[in-house]
């Protein structure tokens, strides 16, 4: 875990020393959490949504965030197109199969983004086992995602997430009270952060798209491994005693954007945990 | 009073016990807004734009918020799908007539969604007006809308709230300095509130989206509210002098989510007034 | 100065006394933002996206702003259609040329606006330099846009502006560490602000938003100015040692909504320079 923190650490102060610049093509509800949250911790955000976009967005960003909440019809063209130019031009990317199951177009979607392999999958434990199953990697445990909320155990989610980085050959992050982060070597517990998270909308997301700033400088396993554990930080130490949901969601981002490279690797040691 | 200050309270404790999900079709400058006030108090919240989701979102939610502010071309097959749905599975729904009568689109589509007959209906006087009208309940004040800002007084839409609620069965909610809540068989004033709620934009919205989490649990009438004095309530108490807009919001949201069944109860016989 | 400093102090005054509705076609990363900015200095704020909405929006809103970020398809028809109805209308319209040259929808839909000469163009300096190229007013610097970022500086824009001004008619204003605002006969220079403002996004759109609320009661010199100088005004004053992203947010549009026009008129004296 030592070596992971000096890792993780030095995923912060790279992207706080480059500001790169993450092309995103994300949901509605959460797309100015996601942007915040990405210049919070030291990234260059910017947004798309037509197929013509996708090669100059990928050209000009560091890495690629596709998010598939509150599709519009033209998603069905654009997004394939932004995963394939991520691809094409060598450009790490982030999938976040927010509500995955829900509709027709978002599961064709999401099939169709198979073949890209993205180089993290983060979602919820009913998203994870959902994605498994619409991949046909893994046929067991279907994943039951009501709405955008898991109704299952991140711990339950584990065989998928390993199904998908088999395939992917890159990370995946299961968000839940306790996250998990793994890819084909390694697996990691996060512990910490704060039950108040679910009271904002966003939380979920807007760790998809920190990620993605941080896979700008990093591999994909400890770019997930420092978003899951600058969220967990940032969250625990916002909250206070009777706080309401709005100034919660303030200090929070408060925090993302004062979290140094020092107080992460301090943090990954006590809240990280190899398994 | 007492009678419906106890329903009122109930309705928050039993979302608070089982927070419901609520699945909203709604417009793009408060989207974020609805999903945290819909948190806040206790409900979760889905969004979609699909035809294709209609129904499964209706399937996995307890109620539907359908809102026609800035419309996509999609709009005018999804929305009324979504009424639809909600009709056929039973989920009650909430309609926000946001800007009603601003263009040809906006009003195609509030006239096909008379037949799915809302259990609430909340809007500013204006849009009440303009919306009887477009329904042909009622001809004599037509309501004028100025982009999303009522020009009528909440006392002079009484005739057309009463209007719609003998068409639909269902709840009617007037917004304004005193609110106006009433069905078949009661009406309702609601006292209270602050003025700040015209600095910052989505209080209208947030507020039907938050009647849509209460009518899970409730019937329209209560549920209708239920959100109207919540929202008198945590806007009053969210003021301080020289306020700046920003953190009179973030103080509007805590409140929001920290509002208790024993407050609302309290608060229902000070500031409600059946008519 | 002292003359232009009176003038801006009148349109914050008149913007006060007569909140006017500004009628906005925006991205969806900040529309929200937008809109409690617009509210926040005192005007109102309605958003559309669809072309039928065009002439209504225009037909009740004091002035109009057009921003091309994030485009949906209907975009190409939307965008052209509501400078179209500005002009017709003989209202004030911005044009915000978010991420000019990326894509070609993008490019399409800004070449077709060159046409309806807008009021004002607000942009960073890669974008002014950008337009200006496309417009085919000036080829020799082509700005280089990354994303939604700057990559020139704001000096080295001073020619393009000029060109767009002299095409226009109207003013320009060029965002940056000092903002430079001009028309056919006058350019200033305003100093101050905060770096944080790269921090949140929507800063550069907002501002476009609260130039068009000026420009309802002014002309557009000096409508551009007294935007310049309230967002310079408001940022410095939010600023606070160690101060996190959404804090700065929350204290910046504060500060907006409890600028007054005697406070600005000062600070215009101080900030502002003819050049």
């Not at 998010?67 to 450009?91: D, M, R």
């Not at 997301?205 to 994909?220: E, H, I, N, Q, R």
């Amino acid at each position: 875990m030592e070596q992971l923190s000096k890792a993780v650490s030095q995923t912060v102060r790279d992207v706080h020393s480059s500001n790169p610049l993450v092309g995103s093509w994300t949901n509605f509800v959460t797309i100015n959490l996601v942007a915040n949250a990405q210049l919070a911790v030291g990234g260059r955000a910017a947004m798309c949504f037509l197929p013509d976009e996708a090669k100059p967005l990928a050209n000009v960003s560091k890495s690629i965030y596709i998010n598939v909440g509150t599709l519009q019809p033209i998603a069905l063209q654009s997004l394939p197109e932004a995963a394939k130019a991520a691809e094409e031009l060598q450009k790490p990317w982030v999938l976040d199969p927010v509500a995955a199951g829900l509709g027709d177009s978002r599961t064709s979607i999401l099939k169709e983004l198979k073949q890209y392999k993205p180089d993290i999958i983060r979602g919820n434990a009913s998203e994870i086992m959902t994605l498994a199953n619409l991949w046909g990697l893994q046929t067991q445990s279907k994943g039951n995602v009501e709405g955008v909320d898991a109704t299952d155990s991140v711990e339950s989610a584990l065989t998928s997430a390993k199904a998908l980085a088999l395939w992917t050959g890159g990370a995946v992050a299961i968000s839940g009270e306790t996250d998990i982060v793994l890819d084909n070597k390694r697996a990691c517990r996060v512990y910490g952060g704060s039950e108040m998270l679910k009271k904002i909308t966003g939380a979920g997301c807007s760790l998809g798209g920190v990620m993605a700033v941080y896979s700008a400088v990093s591999d994909a396993f400890t770019a997930a491994l420092a978003g899951s554990l600058a969220y967990k930080w940032a969250s625990q130490k916002a909250v206070k005693e009777n706080m309401g949901s709005f100034s919660f969601q303030t200090a929070f981002i408060d925090n993302l954007s004062l979290l140094d490279a020092e107080t992460i690797e301090k943090y990954a040691q006590k809240a990280g945990e190899l398994i």
